[in-house]
């Protein structure tokens, strides 16, 4: 722990926020530009399928080897490696000449925001006090839902603009400016810190972890397009078998005084244990919501990719208003904010399927409100929710730590797309024998009651982790103990 803090923290967060930011921006940005993609370099379906999933794969299979990286050789120079990785590789998609150079781009892409995102979430946890540290991580919460939502907007945006007639690589060359501008603040601003221990890297851990999740995202990420082929349920259990013995490997390592890659410890944890399945169900809904809204309002409602960009609006407003009133409203009323949150999601969403319910001719007017009131409640569950996560995590395995639960985000956004997403093509077929609009306004419905089941859950599970702290906090610390009490969140 510093002996002083850090007294450029705030403008420190914000430079990696931004570098964030732009991680996230590009997980949703490039699915507006995959028709213009298709068409300039003449890409098969298959093909566009590995553009999108590429990048998903590169960052998700590495966050947590990128988060140990960081706790032994540094997370301000793991920051700086992913910073300058990303804009040579955001160069080389916007200048790819073939697709398959731009779905080799767009892997190594993921790679290199693999190697800065984790350092992100260590750099808060160690940077800030523990009275500051609410806010920061609430305001890192916010960035992601916010960069989702922004993806869609931002990619209309520059679609439209075709500055220099660059069209779809706009998407991409954004990046540049946008990342040397973080890279020379960074190297300015950040301190540079590591864990105390400095044992060798767990390179069997790294490669049982990165093979168990290849074989449990790849599947995830294509088979929904590819009609789910027998391979891909068998790649699924492999990769079940796989992180079972990455787990007990893992556990060998801890108990032999070694430096595991992941320390299971962190599970021990509550907060961590709960926060992870809480996060799993949160952003599986999430993901599944911006598909099958963005499908609904071009495949059903006739929309162009701008406009239904704009219908986004509401969800976003709501969201960024809630993440900030949140951090300041946990401190007064604790883990019931976030269960709050859960239950407006609940309520935008019951409102949104009655809204459909009324016509096939659906006006941008009617979802505002359902929209705002959902995007509220989310911002009110996204930007708490990390630091009741990591609130027990301790500074040495800050990057596994982060870089476990941003694995678990983004396996969490390829569950929901993957599972829901296949669903709509499939509803709409089962209700065609209603109008063309009204099969879709019935699909969307009956996959809202889906995701609208997804944030209940998150609200149980909020309310159960609740419940668990208020006994802890009312509890007797027992006499001689007091350093080992149960730690409980402001």
């Not at 093909?47 to 590169?58: C, D, E, M, P």
């Not at 920051?79 to 998609?93: D, E, K, M, Q, R």
């Not at 320390?263 to 598909?291: K, V, W």
């Not at 969201?319 to 709050?340: I, T």
Request: hydrophobic fraction near 55%; aromatic fraction near 10%.
């Amino acid at each position: 722990m510093p002996n002083a803090w850090d007294p450029r923290r705030w403008l420190t967060l914000s430079v990696i926020i931004l570098a964030t930011f732009m991680v996230v921006l590009d997980t949703f940005i490039v699915n507006v530009a995959l028709p213009s993609i298709q068409q300039a370099l003449h890409a098969d379906f298959a093909k566009l399928q590995f553009i999108a999933a590429g990048y998903i794969l590169g960052y998700a299979v590495l966050l947590i080897t990128g988060g140990r990286l960081g706790d032994l050789y540094g997370r301000r120079r793991m920051f700086l490696i992913g910073v300058a990785g990303f804009v040579a590789t955001s160069a080389w998609c916007g200048f790819a000449g073939s697709a398959d150079m731009l779905i080799a781009a767009r892997i190594f892409q993921g790679v290199s925001a693999a190697a800065m995102v984790p350092q992100v979430l260590s750099l808060i946890q160690v940077m800030f006090p523990p009275e500051e540290k609410g806010k920061a991580l609430g305001i890192y919460g916010a960035v992601l839902g916010l960069g989702a939502i922004a993806g869609q907007l931002a990619g209309g945006l520059l679609l439209k603009a075709n500055w220099w007639g660059m069209g779809w690589r706009l998407v991409f060359l954004v990046n540049i400016p946008v990342g040397i501008l973080a890279f020379a603040f960074a190297v300015w601003l950040i301190r540079e810190s590591r864990a105390a221990e400095r044992k060798r890297l767990d390179t069997a851990g790294v490669g049982l972890v990165t093979a168990g999740l290849v074989l449990l995202i790849y599947p995830i990420v294509v088979g929904r397009e590819m009609g789910w082929p027998w391979w891909t349920y068998a790649s699924l259990a492999i990769a079940v078998a796989v992180l079972a013995v990455f787990v007990r490997f893992e556990n060998g390592l801890q108990r032999r005084g070694a430096l595991p890659l992941l320390p299971m410890g962190l599970f021990r944890d509550r907060s961590f244990r709960i926060g992870m399945l809480i996060a799993l169900a949160f952003y599986s809904g999430n993901a599944a919501l911006y598909l099958i809204l963005s499908v609904f309002l071009q495949s059903g409602l006739g929309a162009s990719p701008l406009q239904s960009a704009y219908n986004f609006i509401p969800l976003a407003a709501g969201f960024f208003l809630a993440s900030l009133l949140a951090p300041p409203w946990k401190k007064r009323w604790g883990n019931r904010v976030l269960q709050a949150g859960a239950f407006l999601m609940i309520v935008g969403y019951a409102v949104l399927i009655g809204v459909a319910n009324r016509s096939a001719a659906i006006g941008w007017e009617a979802l505002i409100i359902p929209l705002f009131i959902a995007g509220f409640g989310q911002g009110a569950v996204a930007s708490p929710l990390i630091h009741t996560i990591l609130s027990g995590v301790q500074g040495p395995h800050a990057g596994a730590a982060s870089g476990a639960l941003s694995t678990f985000t983004q396996v969490a956004q390829a569950i929901g797309i993957a599972v829901i997403g296949t669903l709509y093509p499939s509803l709409v077929t089962h209700f065609g024998g209603e109008a063309p609009a009204m099969a879709h306004v019935r699909t969307l419905q009956w996959l809202l009651v889906l995701i609208t089941a997804l944030a209940a859950l998150t609200f149980l599970m909020l309310t159960a982790l609740g419940r668990r702290r208020a006994t802890a906090a009312h509890r007797p610390a027992e006499a001689g103990h007091g350093g080992g009490a149960v730690r409980s969140d402001p």
